[in-house]
């Protein structure tokens, strides 16, 4: 008995010893459950590209559409032109013009838009100032010292959708009595399928989307008179013209066969440089625009500021006339247009 005592008495003893040994497992830092809550904070509830409320809940946060579409006489109106929030238009090539259409939610584009037309570097890039899936047909090739559409997106990795592979997403409308390149249909409504398809990311990355501020209402830009705003991209392109309507206090313009209205007209003064090469037996003079900021203008409510603007870490920025502070713009849909500021392009208000 005495001997099993005293093996019972060290039991207890190593128990006791290495149980009071052993380390309480330690609560998380606060530090870190703070990290894990605030390190993304929340896509904006409001439309990206226009400011307003009434958004789809299911497209906050994700990237946006940006559609090329031709601007030829043949091709007006264009389909479902006004429907996008927010339109770019500059020079391509021989004086044409040519536009961008985005839409902040893809599940909203209309059945039928276009015609829809080839990629080109400038458009290329500005869709990627939102990163957008850009959606085209056709594009230019490299030619001498010019480099073509097709190798920004591929030296871009841009996620793209061309129409001259086929897929659910094009076809043709054959109820105009024109050629067949004014005849490429994009089927709006088919491309959250195509999207899926291509496994093409959805989320928006913050540092690639380029950052609209909106007024809470209504605000004059500033104290310069805008009845009218008149944008001629360059000395060998139309103007377009828009006219301020104090019923709805909207600018309207006819120049695409059809009325189409916007809240804010903005205009962009940049440097531009010419390519003329050979194409098909003879040559092609292209467009591309550098980028490179400087002056600008802003049209709203009937008036007009002058504005600066940049791009830095490839987003937009547009910035008061001295470059110090980003400009708020009003809530709703907004008309960019690219206007060269070494040939011959020029903004006037009336």
Not at 310 to 334: H, Q
Request: aromatic fraction near 12%; charge should be positive.
């Amino acid at each position: 008995m005495k001997k099993f005592f005293v093996i019972f008495l060290a039991a207890i003893l190593i128990t006791t010893v290495f149980g009071c040994s052993k380390k309480e497992p330690e609560a998380p830092l606060a530090i870190s459950t703070t990290a894990q809550t605030t390190t993304k904070k929340p896509w904006p509830t409001y439309n990206p590209l226009t400011g307003e409320d009434n958004f789809n809940k299911k497209a906050v946060g994700r990237r946006p559409v940006a559609i090329v579409v031709e601007n030829l006489t043949p091709a007006r109106p264009q389909w479902a032109i006004g429907t996008s929030d927010l339109i770019v238009e500059g020079e391509v090539e021989g004086g044409i013009s040519r536009m961008l259409w985005f839409y902040a939610d893809y599940t909203k584009v209309p059945e039928k838009v276009g015609p829809i037309r080839s990629a080109r570097p400038s458009y290329v890039k500005f869709s990627e100032y939102f990163d957008s899936i850009y959606i085209h047909w056709g594009g230019s090739h490299n030619n001498q010292n010019y480099v073509g559409g097709y190798t920004v997106i591929k030296q871009d990795k841009v996620n793209d959708f061309d129409g001259m592979k086929g897929g659910i997403l094009f076809g043709r409308d054959n109820t105009r009595r024109v050629s067949s390149e004014h005849r490429g249909i994009l089927h709006g409504d088919k491309i959250p399928q195509a999207i899926k398809d291509k496994g093409y990311r959805t989320n928006i990355k913050e540092n690639r989307f380029s950052p609209l501020i909106f007024n809470s209402e209504i605000t004059d830009p500033g104290d310069g008179k805008a009845g009218s705003v008149n944008c001629t991209f360059s000395s060998r392109t139309d103007t377009r013209k828009f006219t301020y309507s104090n019923k709805d206090k909207k600018y309207h313009t006819n120049d695409w066969k059809t009325e189409v209205k916007f809240q804010n007209v903005i205009i962009l003064m940049d440097q531009t440089k010419y390519f003329t090469v050979p194409y098909k037996g003879a040559t092609t003079t292209y467009l591309n625009y550098q980028y490179k900021g400087g002056k600008g203008y802003y049209a709203s409510n009937g008036k007009q500021t002058e504005i600066s603007w940049k791009i830095k870490n490839n987003k937009l920025y547009l910035k008061d006339k001295d470059g110090n502070k980003r400009i708020k713009i009003n809530k709703g849909k907004s008309y960019i247009g690219l206007a060269s500021s070494n040939n011959g392009g020029k903004v006037t208000f009336g």
